[in-house]
């Protein structure tokens, strides 16, 4: 690699600098450079070899990488591209770069499996035609924006390659129902009705009352096994139908919940905002709720949170390796929960909102509290003003006490809103595997 070449030179010119200027030294090769004179041609060689690489135009990656790699790098550039152009946009102006690129991305069908459409810009219909073309017999997924400008053609377009499509995503605006009424569910309904071996719906960002007719889409996609919504109706967690749902989110009471737990076997994301009504019949409850054996990654926020009921949707999990919980009421039984994470085994990320510290209850002892395997930790915690400041940083040193029993080998430390005490200092001093802190 040129990188490594030039690398080499400027070590071997810091080398005869030193021999020409500092005669004592030992010559480099006294056989070779007899004086120092051919000491100083050797360096003038080595510069012009290093200027040449500096001007050298940059290595083509799609040259040098093999096409396993360099297929990766653009395929995840595309659909990351940060701003907001469809992954076929990216992958068309790539293609300006040059010949070569041009011919190998229009070449690799799998560069081309990512497609979105209903953006309503002018040239819409020819970027779908010619997407699906470069997939060549490959299957593929789809965004649709909602409402799509190009209902019509967009559906025609896709109907002779409906076997193809591996998963479709709906992306909701606010309002999109009275942009499209009627007309937009129509659409989608004929959507449906063509891709009966759908093995994957997602909805982004979708409002509350999305309108989808699950029992429809149920019926015309029997294959479906996977869907992830923003807001999953809870009906559709409690249906007998055999769909596994692999990521929801929900809002609804511990109660409301209770009957879908049997039916979220293949659960591995959820996001939970409880709601009033939680109630407090907890121990009788807990003996007959199924396991949540797939669950990874859990996010609970909102004002009503109810701690038994947490502790006792985490204690059904056993694969949890990303748990976000936030709160604005008062959370009091730290007691619970932080026993509760040593049984965590497999939690890594772990990150905390609390907003009402001033109340947190610390009347437990803190020294019983086990290792864990937490490598990722966030804290947020409200700012206190005035004469409830001083109760706010004491807390929050006594919570630095806690996290040096519990995480002592975290990796990447974010503090907002923080407080540094001596004890929040001790414990980042403590961090001997301490990569990266944010403050």
Request: with cysteine; hydrophobic share 40%; glycine share 4%.
């Given at each position: 690699?040129?990188?490594?070449?030039?690398?080499?030179?400027?070590?071997?010119?810091?080398?005869?600098?030193?021999?020409?200027?500092?005669?004592?030294?030992?010559?480099?090769?006294?056989?070779?450079?007899?004086?120092?004179?051919?000491?100083?041609?050797?360096?003038?060689?080595?510069?012009?070899?290093?200027?040449?690489?500096?001007?050298?135009?940059?290595?083509?990656?799609?040259?040098?990488?093999?096409?396993?790699?360099?297929?990766?790098?653009?395929?995840?550039?595309?659909?990351?591209?940060?701003?907001?152009?469809?992954?076929?946009?990216?992958?068309?102006?790539?293609?300006?770069?040059?010949?070569?690129?041009?011919?190998?991305?229009?070449?690799?069908?799998?560069?081309?499996?990512?497609?979105?459409?209903?953006?309503?810009?002018?040239?819409?219909?020819?970027?779908?035609?010619?997407?699906?073309?470069?997939?060549?017999?490959?299957?593929?997924?789809?965004?649709?924006?909602?409402?799509?400008?190009?209902?019509?053609?967009?559906?025609?377009?896709?109907?002779?390659?409906?076997?193809?499509?591996?998963?479709?995503?709906?992306?909701?605006?606010?309002?999109?129902?009275?942009?499209?009424?009627?007309?937009?569910?129509?659409?989608?309904?004929?959507?449906?009705?063509?891709?009966?071996?759908?093995?994957?719906?997602?909805?982004?960002?979708?409002?509350?009352?999305?309108?989808?007719?699950?029992?429809?889409?149920?019926?015309?996609?029997?294959?479906?096994?996977?869907?992830?919504?923003?807001?999953?109706?809870?009906?559709?967690?409690?249906?007998?139908?055999?769909?596994?749902?692999?990521?929801?989110?929900?809002?609804?009471?511990?109660?409301?919940?209770?009957?879908?737990?049997?039916?979220?076997?293949?659960?591995?994301?959820?996001?939970?905002?409880?709601?009033?009504?939680?109630?407090?019949?907890?121990?009788?409850?807990?003996?007959?709720?199924?396991?949540?054996?797939?669950?990874?990654?859990?996010?609970?926020?909102?004002?009503?949170?109810?701690?038994?009921?947490?502790?006792?949707?985490?204690?059904?999990?056993?694969?949890?390796?990303?748990?976000?919980?936030?709160?604005?009421?008062?959370?009091?039984?730290?007691?619970?929960?932080?026993?509760?994470?040593?049984?965590?085994?497999?939690?890594?990320?772990?990150?905390?909102?609390?907003?009402?510290?001033?109340?947190?209850?610390?009347?437990?002892?803190?020294?019983?509290?086990?290792?864990?395997?937490?490598?990722?930790?966030?804290?947020?915690?409200?700012?206190?003003?005035?004469?409830?400041?001083?109760?706010?940083?004491?807390?929050?040193?006594?919570?630095?006490?806690?996290?040096?029993?519990?995480?002592?080998?975290?990796?990447q430390l974010e503090l907002v809103f923080t407080f540094?005490?001596?004890?929040?200092?001790?414990?980042?001093?403590?961090?001997?595997?301490?990569?990266?802190?944010?403050?």
């Open positions: 690699m040129d990188e490594m070449r030039a690398h080499t030179i400027n070590l071997l010119r810091d080398q005869i600098l030193e021999n020409i200027y500092n005669p004592t030294l030992t010559p480099l090769s006294t056989t070779a450079w007899a004086d120092r004179e051919a000491l100083k041609r050797e360096y003038n060689r080595l510069s012009n070899e290093l200027e040449s690489i500096k001007q050298a135009p940059p290595m083509d990656p799609l040259a040098h990488l093999p096409p396993e790699v360099w297929t990766e790098i653009i395929r995840e550039t595309a659909e990351e591209n940060g701003v907001n152009l469809p992954p076929t946009d990216v992958l068309f102006l790539l293609t300006l770069v040059s010949r070569e690129w041009c011919a190998k991305i229009l070449g690799t069908a799998r560069l081309w499996t990512s497609i979105t459409v209903g953006r309503g810009e002018a040239d819409a219909q020819a970027k779908l035609a010619s997407a699906l073309y470069f997939t060549k017999h490959v299957k593929f997924g789809i965004t649709i924006d909602v409402p799509p400008y190009e209902w019509e053609d967009s559906l025609s377009l896709l109907q002779a390659h409906t076997p193809r499509v591996e998963k479709i995503a709906f992306r909701f605006s606010e309002g999109s129902y009275f942009y499209g009424g009627p007309t937009l569910y129509k659409y989608i309904d004929n959507l449906f009705a063509s891709l009966g071996h759908l093995p994957s719906l997602k909805i982004l960002h979708g409002p509350e009352e999305s309108r989808l007719s699950w029992d429809g889409v149920f019926e015309k996609c029997p294959n479906l096994t996977y869907i992830y919504e923003t807001m999953l109706p809870l009906e559709v967690l409690q249906t007998q139908n055999p769909v596994p749902v692999r990521a929801c989110r929900v809002e609804a009471s511990w109660h409301e919940i209770i009957p879908s737990l049997g039916n979220l076997g293949y659960l591995e994301e959820l996001e939970w905002r409880p709601k009033f009504g939680t109630g407090v019949d907890v121990d009788r409850k807990y003996g007959s709720l199924p396991a949540l054996p797939a669950l990874e990654r859990v996010l609970i926020m909102g004002n009503n949170v109810q701690p038994p009921h947490i502790l006792i949707l985490l204690r059904l999990t056993e694969r949890l390796t990303r748990l976000r919980f936030k709160t604005e009421s008062n959370w009091q039984s730290l007691h619970d929960f932080f026993f509760l994470l040593e049984h965590l085994c497999h939690l890594r990320d772990l990150e905390l909102e609390l907003e009402d510290i001033i109340n947190l209850d610390f009347s437990f002892p803190v020294n019983r509290l086990a290792k864990t395997g937490v490598q990722n930790l966030r804290l947020t915690t409200s700012i206190a003003l005035g004469p409830e400041k001083n109760a706010a940083f004491m807390n929050q040193e006594n919570l630095f006490s806690i996290f040096s029993m519990c995480f002592p080998d975290v990796r540094l005490g001596p004890k929040a200092v001790a414990y980042i001093q403590s961090a001997t595997h301490l990569l990266s802190l944010t403050l």
